[in-house]
């Protein structure tokens, strides 16, 4: 069983940055795929970026060249960075473990993720 606990949200300016981390236990996140999602009230799940075992990387394209996603294997750790923050990047931030391997198209796709942390919320006015 793997635990994820995010950390790192807050209230910030727009063009402010924030960087969140995810810390794991039960398994070891080299081995398979994580991601960021994001979700604000009434809305779906929205998928942010990913990252397969290898470090390749996909995001959002309302993201892309703003926010960052990496990971530290020794720590077990993940991380977004997210820079030029704007309001509608307001929302519930949530890191997510996948226990198989996927194709990089499904890596923005929550249904391929078995876990789920609790949330940090990211604030942008």
């Known amino acids: 069983h793997v635990q994820l606990v995010e950390s790192g949200g807050g209230s910030v300016q727009v063009g402010g940055s924030l960087r969140l981390s995810c810390v794991a236990s039960?398994?070891?996140?080299?081995?398979?795929?994580m991601g960021w999602f994001r979700q604000i009230p009434d809305k779906e799940r929205e998928g942010v970026a990913g990252?397969?075992?290898?470090?390749?990387?996909s995001y959002a394209d309302s993201v892309k060249g703003r926010f960052t996603i990496s990971k530290d294997n020794a720590e077990n750790t993940l991380y977004l960075q997210m820079n030029g923050l704007a309001s509608e990047d307001t929302a519930m931030y949530y890191c997510?473990?996948?226990?198989?391997?996927?194709?990089?198209?499904?890596?923005?796709?929550?249904?391929?993720?078995?876990?789920w942390g609790q949330g940090t919320q990211v604030t942008v006015s």
């Open positions: 039960g398994d070891t996140i080299s081995r398979y795929c």
């Open positions: 997510a473990y996948a226990s198989v391997t996927m194709s990089p198209r499904n890596l923005l796709v929550s249904y391929w993720y078995d876990y």
């Open positions: 990252i397969e075992s290898d470090g390749s990387a």
